[in-house]
Nanobody
Framework: QVQLVESGGGLVQPGSSLTLSCTSS????????VGWYRQAPGKQRQFVGS???????NYPSAVMGRFTVSRDTAKNTVYLRMNNLKEEDTGVYFC??????????WGQGTQVTVSS
């Protein structure tokens, strides 16, 4: 089975930056696209950014201008760069493929906590 492992989360202060990594067990070019999602306690999972094999990225208004998704095919890794973090960015962050989203298969995620 394909395995995606998220890493890079932690406890940070508001206004700081953090980069998350999503490392795949297979070539990420096989996915077509990779997306990042987050989930806070008591809330539904929320899309926060994605990138296609062609390098087209997409973001919701909540993170527009602050988050950037990038990819490194040589490392089978997709990154999420988060700038100017706010307390409302707190949550467990997941990466996933279109197939994984459709089948509702998710990994462990990585915790991001933004707090003073």
């Amino acid at each position: 089975q394909v395995q995606l492992v998220e890493s890079g989360g932690g406890l940070v202060q508001p206004g700081s930056s953090l980069t998350l990594s999503c490392t795949s067990s297979v070539n990420i070019d096989t996915f077509g696209a990779v997306g990042w999602y987050r989930q806070a306690p008591g809330k539904q999972r929320q899309f926060v950014g994605s990138i296609t094999n062609g390098g087209v990225d997409n973001y919701p208004s909540a993170v527009m201008g602050r988050f950037t998704v990038s990819r490194d095919t040589a490392k089978n890794t997709v990154y999420l760069r988060m700038n100017n973090l706010k307390e409302e960015d707190t949550g467990v962050y997941f990466c996933n493929t279109p197939k994984g989203v459709t089948s509702d298969e998710w990994g462990q995620g990585t915790q991001v906590t933004v707090s003073s």
